[in-house]
């Protein structure tokens, strides 16, 4: 921590377009040393923060920037999430978008301002980070910080935990981030338990041409598989819509699967290119020519490396047999996909620690576990 009284530090709400460039450029200056962290990409974090966003048609937020002597030295969000409220009833609002140099007075400020905007809009504890909400990114990186995050996952500096810990904040859950080979040999228990039920579960790659039908099944699967994970709240039909659309730009068919039991859809996994490889020379910046750049590398190149982000059973299956084999037959379907393109190093994430079923899978097939995340709670 520096020396400097906490009277130096100005703090600004997130209103103009020239304080957005301070909040969106000032992890380029934290990060300027640490080889592991990639650039998002500029244009996708505006288009976080644009009034066409989705979540903002149910959540209310705040977003502030600190400066000492003008230079911005500190950033964070807070976010009430009325699907949230709908959903747990529990007067819980988030944080996030945390970044700061390691000095006690600018963190103190952040987060002096964050939880005074959520008390004053009703919330009773404070959650985050969730970057925006716990749909995105969530949780902050305390173990792994000696690898680049792939796409859609977060990096931070080593410091932030002891930081967000020093204002009562403690862990609520850990979050864990798997690395996994797409050439693994299947267990012969499992090849075995995916034979017998071979008859009725068919394992399918998307159907580009029924896509609007498609999105419409996974989005029906996902809520109602994940509706008792812990902090869910259910995705929205036009948000998910066009993440489906944007997302089948940038791959394959087959890197997503569905799988139906008896005709029925009752699994889907979803498989991404790992973006953050493709763009990690280009320093947030798609234009005059990073967007040609990335094009390539995605379509032509392929990156050798992709994250699966989305998975999900139908809960009337999880605590079944059939539950296991059906999220092992779309782990290998998608593998298949990845290998087949060149794919060397796959990351599952992220994974709630106390959800052993789902660990025990990953684990079976030889994923190992290399990054830690972990949200915290304070109450207001």
Do not use: C
Not at 141 to 152: C, K, N, Q
Not at 264 to 271: L, Q
Not at 353 to 372: P, S, V
Request: no cysteine; net charge negative; proline share 5%.
């Amino acid at each position: 921590m520096n020396g400097q009284s906490a009277a130096s530090i100005r703090l600004e709400t997130l209103e103009t377009p020239s304080q957005l460039r301070d909040f969106l450029a000032l992890p380029h200056r934290l990060y300027a040393e640490d080889s592991a962290w990639i650039a998002p990409l500029t244009l996708e974090q505006r288009q976080r923060f644009s009034p066409k966003n989705h979540f903002f048609q149910h959540a209310r937020w705040r977003g502030w920037v600190a400066y000492r002597d003008g230079v911005p030295v500190g950033r964070i969000t807070a976010q009430v999430d009325e699907l949230h409220q709908a959903h747990h009833g529990d007067h819980v609002g988030y944080f996030g978008m945390v970044e700061g140099d390691d000095d006690a007075e600018v963190f103190a400020a952040l987060f002096e301002a964050a939880e005074s905007w959520l008390r004053s809009e009703g919330m009773q504890r404070a959650r985050g980070p969730l970057n925006l909400h716990i749909n995105e990114e969530v949780g902050l990186l305390v173990d792994g910080f000696d690898t680049p995050p792939f796409v859609l996952m977060g990096h931070a500096r080593p410091f932030y935990g002891e930081r967000i810990e020093s204002h009562g904040y403690r862990g609520a859950r850990d979050l864990l981030a798997y690395h996994i080979r797409p050439d693994f040999e299947a267990p012969r228990v499992m090849t075995k338990l995916a034979e017998r039920v071979s008859g009725r579960v068919t394992v399918r790659a998307l159907d580009r041409a029924r896509i609007d039908a498609e999105a419409a099944v996974m989005l029906e699967i996902f809520n109602d598989a994940w509706k008792h994970n812990w902090g869910f709240v259910p995705l929205g039909e036009e948000d998910w819509a066009d993440t489906v659309k944007t997302l089948t730009r940038l791959m394959p068919d087959d890197y997503i699967q569905i799988a139906e039991y008896d005709g029925e859809p009752v699994a889907f996994i979803v498989a991404l290119p790992n973006i953050n490889e493709a763009a990690r020379d280009l320093k947030g910046r798609l234009f005059p020519f990073g967007w040609l750049k990335l094009l390539w590398r995605l379509k032509v190149r392929h990156p050798r490396t992709a994250r699966v982000p989305l998975m999900g059973v139908k809960q009337e299956f999880q605590h079944s047999r059939l539950g296991p084999t059906l999220a092992f037959m779309v782990i290998d379907a998608v593998r298949k996909a990845l290998h087949a393109r060149g794919v060397e190093d796959v990351e599952m994430g992220w994974i709630l620690e106390d959800n052993d079923g789902m660990r025990n899978i990953i684990e079976t097939i030889g994923g190992q576990a290399y990054k830690r995340y972990r949200v915290y709670e304070k109450p207001l």
